[in-house]
């Protein structure tokens, strides 16, 4: 024992089935106390339970049972046998899909009356399903039948047929309803009786409750609506909320006389009744008033959203009826009684004149000084003042807009503040070519700021769309001076400039700039005054700029050429290909070979990586060490391997079929042929030779196949030829290829006809097919070329005023003849001549052909016409379009002339036109307008309502200010877009302006369109402003903070997910901020309160949350929690509980939060896992406290005999230990009988 303790005998050898202090055994159940402690000792103990041995409170069990009766009439299947375990009848295989899919456990029994018991057990959730289930499927389909009115069918389905789903999920029957084309009034219900007579009498009370229902309709004229509805809609909502039914009256404007009332029928009455009482009222004593106040005000008498004339209806019972804000008409009528129509009267006036327009005279250029930087400038002159400046685009006037005394006060002061300006500003306008307007601007505007900063100035250049020179500087005359000398002096520098392009291969220019631009800085040290600019990666240009004075830039593209040129030579590559089973003796030990030859040749060789299946090696360098290194590598090859190459021939004609597509064909046969190389000639050379190159037996193979391939293509591709002149090919092809197309399809051969100045071969015919094919084809086409060898000449009228429109422009229309005929010469009487013969000589087909075709142009030009088309010479440029496009597809698609008057002539009637002008005799028709159209009559009509549909007009559409930031887009991108789509001119007022009117300038058609698209993005605007306000309800609710945390979730998981599922936002508070409890959800209006349920749900569960305390083991603590709380985590998950632990390594309280049911779920759970892992460490303790054991009482003895001792294992009281005298006395000894025997009854004692 510990401490040199020596046991008892009693301890070390207790009595079988005695009571003495022996090791209490283990108990079973989990809550009772376990031991391994010796009785009396100090051995380890273990609590496992309530202390004090109180005991644990009972757990409820997780499974349920429920038992369901069948009587026999309402039974789906009737049979003698309810079991399933021998037959497979329909009832059994029911019950077992059903059993299936809820995982519970089903037994029936039937009854000697044929009625049928069920019970279910397992957990309460799938009981219940289950018991849907056999109530669905055991059960007999009863039908049933009933009358509900046809108007009440669409209340009864709901939207998309949700009441009637959830009234047949809670009763689990099928409820049809008669579609609405279909007169049938009846609904039929499906299913078990109880759920039947259940679905039926909801129908019965829900139809019952819409029979008391009432609508009625009264006509009433709609001038009379205001005073029904009253002011600001009081009238109206009184009634409503008096009567509880809905009171619908359509507004005045709309001219609709109907008024709708619906609700419960008493209230529709009382409502009808009220409704009524109010018309008559303000019929009594109705008058009408028209007065005229200008159109300018009538927006000041309505007031904002209305409320001007509510204000009067409310004060004076007069409602003002003003025109749409859109008419033209002025009038405003006033409608009520007679006796308030002054008062009414007078507060019209007053507020159609409240406020007045004032103009004020200031320069158009002036207007942003004026305005001032972020508006300060006009800000500061308005800031005391209720007016409103509006600067219009157009014009030198600035509008005032207010109360009249301010608006007067505006007027002084901005006065005021333009002649001071006037005084101490100016401008200037310098003309620089615009080329040079990018330099000016610089990168980002670097430059122009430069200077606008530097000299306090504005500058406006014109962009390249404008194609304008002109540079405007505004500013004090001082920096405006200054700014002019630094633009001139730098367009003075730029115009001494000279720019360069260097073509590089795209590939050398990472080279050129060097590493981390090394060679760009020596270059700049070299040519310090020479900008060079490469061009950006994926534009795949080869084109270097270089910018600068002319000498520098010169001597810098020599230089950068010849530095291109060293980096190009260094740079040639050339692939061989070595056996693969030869790479390792080029490479040589540790690379010796290899590296030998790279510093032989100065060349770099790069070896396929390991692994590969590649037998190509690269080599890179100067071309003729390339080629060294090549001839060395490949000397290595042939000393290994007995390596040959091959040639041999096949006509050059035959490569492409051979190679196939891509390379597929060759490559295969190679492949095959155990990688041997096969060379072909390139594409441009005739030769017939193919090099083979590989070991012997293999280039044998390859060999035989090719020459064996180039048999069977030589004679699916026999080949002629044909001497044709070049003339004739046109005519043989026929007009579009009609000709050839024939004869290809007749003798399934083609004929090739070579491109015009393609050589010496230009007459050659090349025809290929099979051999009789190509024969027949050549007999055809060398009896139509014998025939067009016969030469002819023939004559053909022509009246000598159409002679001018062949030979025009150098006789371009008879050499397209002549080409389209076998190359007939026509010739045409020489120019002053009266005679009309026209000579052809040419074969006698060809000369039919071209007499025909000048019949064909006679007939055309006596069918043509010439009409003018007057359009202002100014919509001139327009109408020709860029490069005259426009124009030239007007031409092309009537297949007429148009011809423009000269510019000279333009701009000697501009001069004589401005004379006119001075002395008051302008003509009324400008020959500078006319266009002359030419063409048949039909064409010119069309082409000249094409041109006047060209004529650009400017349209305006207005758009309210807010949007037009979205009309712009992102840097102006989506109004250039507009504009470039449909080919205008778009403009948008500045913001500063307050101008809601966006102008559209380009041809009708194009603007109409532009237009319908913007009108289209600013309904799409309204829908997303609209959108984003019912987006926008807010609803804020009050949670406990201690709620915060389980509404949030682990990492935000339960909040983002009520997010995600309602789409909406939510924002909790901080736990400092001073309104910590309130949580604020933003969305549309359902999702809000959906989320807000949800919210309140959780909220709910949390608070009906129990908290309950086990005392489990500490030592099985860390079986329970698991690797990184995964096991925890899951009984969590599962159970719906949260799951505490102590934080004291020896504490033994759990705590576990949840709803009641899944408290003591989870607490049975933990329990029955605690008891598993509590057994395990119960036997680890009693195998180890054994060992422990019997450790101890050798350890000492196993000491003493080191020690030299040998007393061995003593045990205190034991039979053998007593006093040898008494136990054994001397033989004719006294004997000591007064103590009883220590080991044995008495009775075996010695008696002498």
Known sequence: MENGEVSTYAEAFPPLGGGGAAIKPTAGPVGHSHSSKPAGGKGPTSSWGPPGGAPMKSIPTSTVTQIISVPVEERRYKSSDPSFGGGDSQQAAVVRDIMSKTGCTIEMNQAKDMSLSIMITGRPSSVKEAHRLIMSELHTKYNVELRVPKQHHGMLLGKQASNIKQLEQSTNTKISVPRQEDSSETVRITGNKEGVEVARQRLMSFTEDLSKQGKEILTIESEFHPFICGPNNSHLSSIQEATGVRVNVPPFSSGKSDINISGEKEGVAQAAASVKQLYQAAKRNYTTVSVEVRKTQHRYVIGPKGQGVQEILEKTGVYVDVPMLGSEDATITLRGPQHKMGEALTLVYSKANSIVNEEVSAPSWLHRFIIGRGGENIKNITQDL????????????????????????????LENFTEGLMATMEFVEVHIDQKYHPHIIGKKGANVNKIKVETCTSITIPSD???????????????????????LEMATKLANELTVSVDIDQKWHKLVIGANGENMRELRDRFPGVHVAF?????????VTLRGPTDEVNNCAAYLGKKAKDIADSNYKSEVKIFKKFHGSIIGRGGATLKRIREETNTKIDMPKEGSDSDVILITGRKENVEKAKRQLQDIEKQMALVVDVTIKIPHKQHNAIIGPRGKLIRSIMEECGGIRIQFPSSDSTSDEVQLHGPKEDVNKAKAMLLEMAAQHAIENYTEELTCSHEYHKFLIGKGGSKIRKIRSQFSARVLFPQKGSGDDSSIVTIIGTKENVTAVKEHLSKLIKDLDNVTEDEVMVDSKYHRHFVQRRGQLIHEISDENGGVMITFPRAGTSSDKVTIKGAKQCVEGAKQAIAEVIEELEAQVTVECSIPHKKHRSILGP????????????????????????????????????GGMASDSDPRDIILISGRQENCDNAKKALLDLIPVTIYISVPIEYHRYIVGTRGQDIRSLADKYHVQVEVPRPELQDDRISIYGTAQNCEEAKHVLENRVLELEAEKEERELRSYTEVIKVAQKHHPNIIGRRGATINKIRDDNGVRIQMPEKDHAKSDEITIIGYEHQVHSAKEAILRIVRELEEQITDELDIDHRVHSRLIGAKGKAV????????????????????????????????????????LAEEYMQDVIEKQEEQDLLNQYTRRTAKPLEDTAKGSRTGYVVKGAPWSGSEGDEFPAIGGPANTSKAPTWGPSSLGPKL
Do not use: C, W
């Open 883 to 918: 490069k005259g496009s426009n124009v030239q597809a007007v031409t092309q698609e009537y297949n007429v002339t148009i011809k423009f008057p000269d510019k000279q002539q333009q701009q000697h009637q501009q001069q004589d036109g401005d004379k006119d002008d001075e």
């Open 535 to 543: 061009p950006e990666q994926g534009l795949r240009s080869n084109k």
């Open 465 to 487: 769309k404008q194609k304008s020179d002109v540079i405007r500087i505004e500013g004090d005359p001082q920096g405006v001076a200054a700014a002019k000398k630094m633009i």
């Open 1129 to 1168: 985590a899951k009984v969590m998950e599962n159970f719906n509980v949260t799951i505490r632990f102590p934080k004291d390594k020896t504490g033994s309280v759990v705590t576990v939060t949840g709803l009641e049911e899944n408290v003591e779920d989870a607490k049975e759970h933990l329990l029955l």
């Open 386 to 413: 209720h007016v409103t400046v509006n600067f219009p685009k157009e014009g030198d006037i600035i509008v005032i807009e207010g109360p009249p005394d301010e608006v007067q006060s505006a007027k002084e002061s």
